[in-house]
């Protein structure tokens, strides 16, 4: 044993020399350990991809024999650190299947699985194998002042040819990018940066444009952009995105009097409140999404007497309206060789499912699409076509139409789609929308070009849809009124008052 451990250091040590930092035998042992027994059915026993999850996943698990590391504090081009690999372990990267290690892995383990990842690629112990480190300065307070001259920065340096006029992941050039790899990629939408790969923070953010993402067509600025620039495009990106989606559990629906004319589009729902929902990948049933186009999708309601109108909106790089969609088209079993992302010939499209019939308490229909016993109400709309129509769901192989059709209203800018819908309060199957009692509602978002279609889609979990009783909205308003009445009074005798005390005085 002694005689191994003397031979491994007889290899490391000249090369340590040469700077590098590629851990004990003790280290690269026990990395090696964890890695078989929790990387390896992901990023391949090889370390190069090899795995059964790599055609389900997208991004793809990184291969580390390419050496390229996305998240790193190192040049463009170069090998990361051993502590950019730590964090990338610890943090994990949100939004991608690469869990975080924090809490489940000590600080050491994790080094010991940063050095072992090394031995995958013969760059870490070569002449490039200690790359110099790019110092993140600690950023300074958010400026608003900064604004102005970031957006300047942003349009000169063509973050918009990506990431669209106002970074929503929707440029020109968004739709044939590919990472080094082979797959597609998408860039990322700032307008959601709990999104971000390599973390968020303004740091993160000035650090991701300096160093670039290798292995993806994310550039490196080093080299272009001024540093007093940096932080005035740092402030720009920041102030595109909340810090948290926020997501929310109910639709608070607000009532009015008035007809609901949806021509005049999300201007109807000024007054509503706005939740947003995570969208994820329908995995339960064949026709699986495994990497769902659409992540999240905001909802606003009104009602009047009679009817509801909901207003749906989301984020989608591209508006398929070629081509066709309907929750019960045929899904052929996954193939991973099969392109995923290819115009046509499938278009976008949205549904909001609802239970045919008034639950009993907490019950809901089952939330593919419905079952024999409980059915379910589908209000879909096919985005290619210019009308929306109510399906009667009993599960997915069972979708038939109604007949009935919804009035609807569509468009899509800068990379967002706004749909509306709007149709009866008293549905025919037995459904009613009382005033103050919540309804479930769910949702399924269908992106054409990542060829969702039928059971492949993006859906929503169940939630509810609550109708604010308009007494209560309406009973704010007489109060403020008599305050009103009651301020008037006041201030016409105080005015009596001064009035007689200055006559008095004269
Ligand atoms: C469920 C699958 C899965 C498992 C398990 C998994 N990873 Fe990953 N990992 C991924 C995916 C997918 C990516 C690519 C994410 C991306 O490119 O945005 C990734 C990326 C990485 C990266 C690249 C960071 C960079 O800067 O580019 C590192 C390092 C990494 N994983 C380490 C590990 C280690 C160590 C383990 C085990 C403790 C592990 N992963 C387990 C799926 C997985
Ligand atoms: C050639 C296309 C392209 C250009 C130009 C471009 N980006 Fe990107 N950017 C990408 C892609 C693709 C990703 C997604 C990488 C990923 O998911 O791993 C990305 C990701 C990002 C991210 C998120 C990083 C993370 O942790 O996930 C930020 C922030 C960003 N870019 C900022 C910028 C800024 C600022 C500019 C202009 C100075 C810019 N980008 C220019 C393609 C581009």
């Known amino acids: 044993m002694k005689q191994y451990v003397l031979f491994i250091a007889a290899l490391v040590l000249p090369l340590g020399a040469l700077g590098q930092d590629l851990g004990t035998p003790e280290q690269l042992q026990s990395g090696a350990a964890l890695y078989e027994a929790k990387c390896a059915h992901c990023h391949g026993a090889a370390g190069d991809a090899n795995s059964v999850a790599t055609a389900y996943l997208r991004p793809a698990p990184r291969d580390f024999t390419s050496g390229q590391y996305k998240f790193r504090t190192t040049g463009s081009g ?10 990338s372990i610890r943090d994990g990267m949100p939004y991608t299947s690469m869990p975080l290690w924090k809490g489940i892995l000590s600080e050491s383990e994790m080094e010991d699985l940063a050095y072992y990842l090394k031995t995958f690629s013969g760059d870490f112990d070569g002449p490039y194998g200690n790359p110099e480190v790019i110092t993140i300065p600690r950023a300074p307070t958010y400026d608003e002042g900064n604004l102005a001259r970031g957006r300047e920065v942003f349009e000169a340096n063509q973050c918009a040819d990506c990431h669209g006029e106002n970074g929503r992941g929707n440029g020109p050039s968004a739709l044939d990018l590919e990472d080094e790899w082979g797959y597609p990629i998408r860039p990322a939408d700032m307008t959601k940066r709990w999104t971000f790969r390599a973390s968020a923070t303004r740091e993160d953010i000035y650090r991701t444009f300096t160093t670039g993402l290798n292995g993806t067509p994310m550039p490196s600025y080093q080299q272009t952009i001024d540093e007093q620039d940096r932080w ?52 339960i049933e064949p026709g699986r999404s495994f990497y769902p186009g659409v992540n999240g999708i905001a909802v606003q309601a009104i009602y009047n007497q009679n009817e509801i109108a ?13 081509g066709a969609n309907h929750p019960g088209l045929v899904v052929p079993p996954f193939d991973p060789a099969t392109a995923d992302t290819a115009a046509g010939p499938f278009s976008d499209a949205l549904a909001l499912l609802w239970p045919a019939e008034t639950p009993d308490g907490l019950e809901r229909p089952y939330f593919m699409f419905g079952d024999a016993k409980n059915a379910m109400s589908i209000w879909f709309t096919d985005l290619a076509t210019d009308s929306a129509a109510v399906l009667m769901g009993r599960g997915s192989a069972s979708i038939a139409a109604t007949g009935a059709t919804l009035a609807h209203y569509a ?10 819908m709007k149709g009866p309060r008293q549905f025919d199957s037995g459904l009613y929308m009382a005033e103050a009692a919540f309804t479930p509602v769910s949702f399924s978002v269908w992106d ?59």
């Open 310 to 322: 909901l207003l749906l909106s989301w984020h989608d790089m591209t508006a398929e309206v070629d």
């Open 78 to 87: 170069e090998l990361p650190t051993t502590e950019d690999i730590k964090r």
């Open 411 to 420: 468009s899509y800018e800068d990379g967002a789609w706004t749909v509306i």
């Open 448 to 506: 054409g070009l990542n060829q969702e279609r039928g059971n492949k889609r993006g859906l929503a979990a169940w939630y509810h849809l609550y109708l604010l009783p308009m007494e209560t909205q309406s009973a704010a308003l007489p109060m403020a009124k008599w305050a009103l009445i009651a301020l008037l009074i006041e201030l016409l005798l105080v005015g009596v008052v001064h009035w007689r005390h200055r006559r008095s005085a004269t």
């Open 232 to 283: 005035a495009l740092v402030d720009y990106v920041w102030s595109l995105s909340e810090d948290e989606p926020n997501y929310g559990t109910v639709v608070t629906a607000v009532g009015t009097a008035g007809a609901l004319d949806i021509s005049q589009g999300a201007a109807l729902f000024a007054d509503a409140p706005r939740a947003y929902f995570p969208i994820v990948g329908q995995l």
